[in-house]
């Protein structure tokens, strides 16, 4: 299986479980996160081996949020 696929539906696991961490307390701001919590599992249950460029985003907003790295 492609490598960059597993680690990529990995990444998504790790910005779920980060963003539900998070415990906001602003209501805007938890809706916020409960929008892009929504868009993450739609995106891990959509993601193909062959969305190389989903998988290049995937990376990107990874490193920005979890590892902050910034491009």
Avoid: W
Wanted: glycine share 2%.
């Amino acid at each position: 299986m492609n490598p960059d696929y597993q680690r990529a539906l990995q990444q998504l696991d790790e910005l779920m479980v980060f963003f539900r961490s998070t415990g906001e307390v602003s209501c805007t701001v938890a809706e916020q996160e409960d929008i892009i919590l929504i868009k993450l599992n739609s995106l891990k249950h959509t993601l193909k081996p062959e969305d190389t460029r989903a998988i290049h985003n995937i990376d990107r907003y990874y490193r920005r949020h979890i590892r902050h790295d910034h491009d």
